[in-house]
Structure formats: structure tokens, C-alpha cells
């Protein structure tokens, strides 16, 4: 049997087969962030980009990014989500919004790729709706930060 999990005796990729695992309570969550000028940074807590509300069209992008994962990650499971929660956590001093997102499913596997999408999707909406006044932002620190449930447990990311 080959030693990687998508890949086959042959060397063909595969999904991996979740038939048999019982289905459990999965969390996960993850975080980024979008580090801009600070005249952009005042745009959008302010609510002053042209595009409309930033918060709020990447809170909605995220989700549906989630519910899609499995159409974008060659791999991954469609999963019943049952809750999305994405949130934006400005950061004054260091001109960023920081960006966390929970997932949650009772399945067969965990849910950590739909979180990472989730915010990375979020991430890019706000790019793309502030790009007009600022083309140097940068996305960073895409990562895990929690997920429990399944045969692995629980992992819990200690922040530096």
C-alpha cells in the first residue's frame, strides 16, 4: 500500500476514501492577514471605499467560499457545513485587518481546508475591493490556528 494518502499504489491521484469513518463534530479555524497604507486602512473602518462595505462583502464571499472548497481543492470532500462565521479584526497600530474564520460540520472529515479558504477568499475580496487606492497590500499569515474532532484530535497553533 502506498504510503500517501492520495496517491495509489500506481501513483494515480485519489481521494481518500472516507466510507467507514464515523461521522463526528469538526472544527476548525484559521486566520490572515491584510496589512495596507494606512489612508486605506482609514477607508475601510470608516466605510468610505466606493465598492461599498468591505467588512461585509468579504464576510459573504468567505462563506461561500467555504461552502465551496470542495470545487476548489482538487481533493477535498464536499461537506454539510453547518456553520461559517468569518470576523475582522482591525489593527490600528500596524495598519491591517486581520481576518479569522470558524468552521464547523458533523462528517467524516475535518473542515480546516474550507476555514483557510474561507479567510484567504475574504482576504482577496478586500484586495480586490481596495485596490484602486492601494496596490501594495499584502495578504499574509494565511494558517490553522485551531481545529478539533476526528482521528488526529485536537490542534491548537501557539501564537509568537
Do not use: W
Request: proline share 2%.
Amino acid at each position: 500500500m502506498s504510503k500517501f494518502t492520495h496517491i495509489d499504489d500506481e501513483g494515480r491521484v485519489r481521494m481518500v476514501d472516507v466510507t467507514d469513518k464515523k461521522p463526528s463534530i469538526r472544527v476548525a479555524g484559521a486566520g490572515g492577514a491584510v496589512f495596507m497604507r494606512r489612508e486605506t486602512f482609514d477607508l475601510i473602518r470608516n466605510q468610505k471605499i466606493k465598492k461599498g462595505n468591505v467588512f461585509e462583502t468579504a464576510r459573504i464571499a468567505g462563506i461561500l467560499a467555504a461552502k465551496k472548497t470542495s470545487e476548489l481543492i482538487p481533493m477535498c470532500h464536499p461537506l454539510n457545513i453547518t456553520h461559517v462565521q468569518l470576523d475582522f479584526v482591525p489593527d490600528v497600530a500596524k495598519s491591517c485587518i486581520g481576518i479569522e474564520a470558524t468552521v464547523r460540520t458533523i462528517d467524516q472529515t475535518g473542515v480546516e481546508m474550507e476555514a483557510l479558504t474561507a479567510v484567504s477568499v475574504a482576504a482577496l475580496t478586500i484586495y480586490d475591493m481596495c485596490k484602486s487606492y492601494d496596490k501594495e497590500m499584502t495578504i499574509s499569515k494565511i494558517q490553522l490556528l485551531k481545529k478539533t474532532g476526528g482521528k488526529s484530535g485536537t490542534f491548537e497553533r501557539i501564537q509568537s
